[in-house]
């Protein structure tokens, strides 16, 4: 079983509340990355992670922030909620290698904004 | 680019019934690839894998084989039951740029 964690899993705020939504991992994984995902199911790649102090927007543009101080600790920030970013976030960690390369992912936590 | 293509859903089944859903892949280089399923409320689990072509992954009754020749990882099982409803997601993952492409996932219902 997986040991990647998210909270809040459910968070339901007011517009232009500052949030930030939590995801650790005691597997020592190098390698991280933030998902969102829409109603129709389709996940999208918002940040990742290859390390400490490394991170790097994905394929769909948010306006969410992301940092890495520490190994197993990958915190996403939204300083400004709109309803636009309601939907449910992903986090993942992996290796970095080529064999045991599959991503383990936290349980998800789903925003409401108001 | 590298992308992965599902079949569109929802699939509604009974119990008991054989299950197919057909993923199709385009790589450059040799992918590992991956079906998740995540469960209604809950994040992706990993399903089972292939790393290699002819490789045939495995779990919970569920199997798919890595198919080179017609860049194919179909998931399937023999007898569904009310508890594989869930979403399916097929995925691979390219050696040489260290990234994943998550397909659009199928959601499937079984009915009692």
């Known amino acids: 079983e997986a040991d990647i964690y998210q909270t809040p899993r459910y968070l339901v705020i007011g517009t232009g509340k500052k949030i930030t939504l939590e995801c650790s991992q005691t597997?020592?994984?190098?390698?991280m990355y933030w998902y969102q995902q829409d109603p129709g199911m389709e996940l999208h790649l918002i940040h990742y992670s290859y390390g400490v102090n490394s991170t790097e927007k994905g394929d769909l543009s948010s306006e969410s922030t992301v940092s890495r101080i520490r190994t197993e600790h990958f915190p996403l920030t939204l300083e400004s909620a709109r309803p636009s970013h309601t939907s449910q976030y992903l986090c993942?960690?992996?290796?970095?290698?080529?064999?045991?390369?599959?991503?383990?992912f936290g349980p998800g936590t789903r925003l409401t904004v108001l | 680019g590298d992308s992965v293509t599902q079949m569109e859903g929802p699939v509604t089944l009974s119990e008991e019934a054989f299950l197919t859903i057909n993923c199709t892949y385009t790589?450059?280089?040799?992918?590992?690839l991956f079906w998740y399923v995540q469960y209604p409320g809950e994040g992706l689990q990993l399903l089972l894998k292939?790393?290699?072509?002819?490789d045939k992954g495995s779990n919970k009754g569920f199997e798919a084989t890595y198919r080179k020749e017609t860049t194919s990882f179909h998931l399937e099982k023999g007898s569904v039951q009310v508890s594989d409803s869930a979403v399916y997601f097929c995925a691979l993952m390219e050696y040489n740029f260290n990234k994943f492409y998550f397909g659009s996932g199928t959601k499937l219902n079984v009915k009692p």
């Open positions: 597997m020592g994984h190098d390698k």
């Open positions: 292939a790393t290699k072509a002819d």
């Open positions: 790589a450059t280089g040799y992918p590992s």
């Open positions: 993942a960690s992996s290796f970095p290698g080529t064999l045991n390369n599959e991503q383990f």
